[in-house]
């Protein structure tokens, strides 16, 4: 079992940093964030994530995880540093690397000479970034006076996979796990970390690695983006487009995932990883017209509803409107790019009044006087004339249709029988059908 120290404790780190000290590996996690750090050892899991509180518990029981805030102590005590710090947007799309470069920076100020550290990068970084992490660290360990510094460290990319709201589950049945360096040794005894769970596993160099990543999230999103308008064009000429999807999904070539039509993508990945991946191109002189077609889509997609309710001759201005889900997805509290963020920005610029429910998400990044979180669906629902629905929770599909009576419905994500919605609504509007 081997030892070690993730950096950047946050969806990705915490996660990987459980299910590691789970088999049986001896994990020390480390954030800027003290806070954060107080709370984990406290035992208090930050995130909403199904099944990370039964793993962090017999984690906390076997002792193999332990939360710092303190470099240096994360540093000495582990063989293997993962980063997984995060890699937001900058303004002109590409992927900001500053967090990467300052957990570089002070992983080098902790290197001695007689270490040598494994280096393990799990954020999603631009193709190229790994060798440019090996010169940044290089020129750092030189300053301080280290010669030959190449031999004090090895960086590899192990890019990650998993999903908000099913981490545990994919990091612990992953359909495949990449390794990429420059030194093939060390590859093998990075992905010798994985081999309790036995998965297929592909050892390649570093910017295969890393372009692998980038390659599977854009892939993802263009069928996503490709569905929305397939439903918006079955939406006029009168298919039904769940059908089409199930009638698609059933040739083993295209299969049956990532085809369901709705208010598009958001979340902390697709988004950034596409719009990175368009600047990635434009760097290269290679045209992404494919990937700004797919951004183009799904940034009309997700404000569809507002078109819905203006197509329908609803003037918004004033109009009370319950909001149903407010994370970018089911079973997680993460807001990031959500949806419901686009949606609620237009509604307020029309001067609706919103009542949001969300069961997990409480508080969002926007503040105004015509912005109501309430903790009951029906509560929303009940102040309003209109519904649109735009997280499919679980407890939304289960309803008593009854209290729809004399409103508007918008189901954003097709949950609801459309037969159904017609039954019991004043008026009812689905995506593509
Ligand atoms: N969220 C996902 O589902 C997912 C899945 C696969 C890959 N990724 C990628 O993984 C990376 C992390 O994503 P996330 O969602 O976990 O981000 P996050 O924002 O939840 O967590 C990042 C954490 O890093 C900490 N941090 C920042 N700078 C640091 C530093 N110098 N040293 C130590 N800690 C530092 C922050 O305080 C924060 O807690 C991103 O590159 C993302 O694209 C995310
Ligand atoms: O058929 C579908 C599938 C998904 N979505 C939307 O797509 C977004 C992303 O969903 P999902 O992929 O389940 O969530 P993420 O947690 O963002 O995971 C993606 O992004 C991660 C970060 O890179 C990767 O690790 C995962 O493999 C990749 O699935 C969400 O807004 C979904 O509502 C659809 O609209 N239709």
Known sequence: MEKISILGTGYVGLVTGSCFAYLGHKVICLDINKEKIEKLKKG?????????????????????????????????????????????????GSANLSYVSDALKTIASCITENDFKVIVNKSTVPVGTGRWAAKLLADELLKKGIKEPEKHFCIVSNPEFLREGKAVEDFMNPDRIIIGSDDKDIALKTASLYSTLNPPMIITNLPTAEMIKYASNAFLATKISFINEMANLSEKIGADIEIVSKGMGLDKRIGPYFLKAGLGFGGSCFPKDVKALIHTSKAY??????????????????????????????????????????????????????ASLNIINELLKHNAVIFAYDPIVKNLPIQDKNLNIVNDKYEALEKCDVLILVTEWNEFKNIEFKRFKDKIVVDGRNIWEKNILKKYTKACFSIGR
């Open 285 to 338: 002189n290679v045209d992404p017209s494919i990937l700004n077609a797919v951004m183009k889509v799904n940034e009309k997609q997700k404000i569809k509803p507002i078109e819905i309710l203006k197509g329908a001759g609803i003037d918004l201005n004033g109009v009370k409107i319950a909001i149903w889900g407010l994370a970018f997805k089911p079973d997680t509290d993460d807001t990031r790019e959500a």
């Open 44 to 92: 208090e899991i930050p995130i909403y994530e199904p099944q990370l509180d039964e793993i962090f518990a017999l984690d906390k029981e076997s002792e193999n995880i332990e939360f710092t805030i303190d470099y240096t102590y994360a540093i000495k005590n582990s063989d293997f540093i993962f980063i997984a710090v995060g890699t937001p947007s900058c303004p002109d």
